[in-house]
């Protein structure tokens, strides 16, 4: 470096985003703010013009704003600040955005000192895909096939937000049916969800068995989904209005095979995990979030409520008739990885007992709203009569107006609250639509629940938060 180079004290720190810059001396500055490689120090100009992937590194500690997130030390908790040591000693080691498992194309730009991590930055944006300015350009009718992508283990859930807002701003009456509809599907996803998350959960921290039972069961649930919706996933099955189509001859057969199946598999997974050391110690202790870090970084789900906090949408707002059945919310009080285990396994037998009463109690009726500027007309109509031939073309082409408002909507997804805030002006699409996602706030609490951890640690809280990246890169 020339003489005339700015010091530590006097160099400014790059402005992030716009031009790379070029040169000698501003590479070397580049160097010592990240204090590792950074695109642009030693690439051709055409090239440096292209990225600032450096606007992504850890920065020096008298440099980094977001320091105290980094730590895990950003709300007072029982967490404490560790003696330091020269920068000399401490490496920096990238866990994702291709390792399996990060869940999802997950970066993890971790501090070490020895094996013990000091300062934790996710880094996400890898899967974007823009679904939420796509659902602008899409109709209120076609909104569905979008939203049922973002969480693709609960797609059942994302339609259901997105229906639930739309009939709140048409004001649509749906029938009891349809309502009792989505509840089964909604409550089978949660249990179909939770067994993916066990299986995975089990797989990274060595319970190799888990990930062949988790998917034995899945399985049961997601033919009952296809012979349902004539779809395992991505459905566009619950609509405005009410549903696609009505339940299929002898489906409560169906699920009360599916109830048996996975009570079944419940008891054979406590036998298998509940008092296994190498299980426990993996798990208890492990990936501590409190309650107020649970409310400072907006957890919801079943990660906040393994740390005591009894919130569930369910409850506190509840929708599509789901206060008429009988269910408890699980609670832990340690809200470390083997709590949020706890507490996912009781939501399963939950969720069934839920089932169990929409058998019980399926009411008659139509499966979706008689509002014809919703509905398009039935089957036999369309043979009959211009008009109804008419009228299907143009709800399935132009779809139906929205009055202008604004709604937020919220459900309790497998990941804890999912809600949609939709504006219409009035036509056949959304003016803003924009997701609360439960995985963003998930990842975002990731650095106050893994300093201070063992590398080991790292997977089994990860694994145990449930995050899905298409929920958080929407």
């Excluded at 083997?338 to 037998?349: A, G």
Aim: glycine letters at 8%; one cysteine or more.
């Amino acid at each position: 470096m020339s003489d005339d180079a700015p010091t530590d004290e006097e160099a400014p720190l790059p402005a992030s985003g716009g031009t790379p810059p070029k040169g000698g001396r501003d590479s070397d500055e580049r160097r010592r703010v990240h204090d590792l490689w950074v695109a642009g120090t030693e690439e051709p100009s055409w090239v440096a013009t292209a990225t600032d992937e450096g606007a992504q590194e850890l920065l020096p500690e008298d440099l980094d704003p977001a320091l105290a997130t980094q730590r895990g030390v950003a709300v007072v908790d029982d967490y404490g600040e560790q003696p330091r040591l020269d920068d000399e000693e401490l490496q920096v080691l990238n866990m994702g955005p291709q390792h399996p498992a990060t869940h999802g194309v997950l970066r993890l730009q971790i501090e070490l000192e020895g094996e013990t991590i000091r300062r934790v930055k996710p880094i996400i944006g890898y899967l974007h895909t823009g679904m939420e300015k796509t659902g602008e350009t899409l109709t209120f009718m076609q909104g569905g096939t979008n939203v049922t992508r973002m969480d693709y283990l609960s797609p059942f859930h994302n339609e259901l937000c997105f229906a639930l807002a739309t009939e709140q701003l048409l004001d649509v009456d749906i029938p009891e049916r349809a309502q009792a509809i989505r509840i089964l599907m909604t409550e089978l996803n949660r249990v179909a969800s939770h067994l993916i998350w066990l299986a995975t959960f089990g797989l990274d921290i060595g319970a190799l068995s888990m990930m062949l039972y988790g998917w034995r069961e899945r399985e049961v649930v997601l033919e009952f989904f296809e012979k349902v919706t004539g779809l395992r996933m991505n459905h566009n099955y619950i609509r405005a209005g009410g549903v696609a189509a009505d339940l299929p001859e002898g489906w409560e057969a169906d699920v009360e095979h599916i109830i048996d199946i996975v009570r079944t598999g419940l008891a054979d997974y406590e036998a298998l995990l509940n008092e296994n050391p190498i299980f426990i110690e993996r798990t208890q202790g492990i990936g501590v979030i409190t309650p107020a870090e649970v409310h400072a970084y907006g957890v919801t789900g079943a990660n906040a409520r393994a740390a005591g906090v009894e919130y569930d949408v369910r409850k506190v707002f509840p929708y599509s008739g789901i206060e008429r059945y009988e269910f408890d919310v699980p609670v832990g009080e340690h809200g470390d990885a083997f709590d949020r285990y706890i507490v996912r396994m009781e939501e399963m037998r939950q969720s069934l007992h839920i089932v169990e009463q929409v058998v019980e109690t399926m009411p008659p009726g139509d499966y979706r709203t008689d509002d014809r500027k919703v509905t398009p007309p039935p089957r036999q109509r369309i043979d009959e009569s211009m008009e109804a031939l008419i009228h299907h073309f143009k709800l399935f082409t132009s779809g139906f107006e929205v009055p202008a408002g604004e709604v937020y909507q919220a459900v309790e997804s497998p990941r804890g609250e999912l809600g949609m805030y939709v504006v219409s002006k009035g036509g056949t699409r959304p003016w803003r639509l924009h997701v609360r996602t439960p995985s963003f706030a998930t990842v975002q609490a990731l650095p106050v629940m893994m300093t201070d951890l063992l590398v080991a640690d790292v997977i089994a809280t990860l694994a145990s938060l449930d995050p899905v990246l298409g929920d958080v890169d929407r």
